[in-house]
């Protein structure tokens, strides 16, 4: 079983940063991808950004430039560099675990808002 526990989120200021983590736990195989998606009220959940067990990352067009996300300690813990944060940004911030045969972990998210 793997436990996935997001922390970072909050309040902050349009053009302020943020940095979110995702700290895993439990049975975790190397050849994994992990993500960060994004659900805003009314919304369906996308993705935001992705880094595979080969450091490929992947992100969103609206995020290109502003986020980064990054792994230490084999994927245990990935984070998510948030920079000159937008309204549209608003959004609870969900981790997600995926192996290649599909299985998938999520966790409970984090809230991100940001306003003035």
């Known amino acids: 079983q793997v436990q996935l526990v997001e922390s970072g989120g909050g309040l902050v200021q349009p053009g302020g940063s943020l940095r979110l983590s995702c700290a895993a736990s439990?049975?975790?195989?190397?050849?994994?991808?992990m993500g960060w998606y994004r659900q805003a009220p009314g919304k369906q959940r996308d993705l935001v950004a992705s880094?595979?067990?080969?450091?490929?990352?992947n992100y969103a067009d609206s995020v290109k430039g502003r986020f980064t996300i990054s792994t230490v300690n084999a994927k245990n813990t990935v984070y998510l560099q948030m920079n000159s944060l937008k309204p549209e940004d608003t959004a609870v911030y969900y981790c997600?675990?995926?192996?290649?045969?599909?299985?998938?972990?999520w966790g409970n998210g984090t809230s991100v808002t940001v306003s003035s």
């Open positions: 880094i595979t067990n080969n450091w490929r990352t």
């Open positions: 997600k675990l995926e192996y290649p045969n599909g299985m998938a972990y």
């Open positions: 439990g049975r975790i195989f190397s050849i994994s991808t």
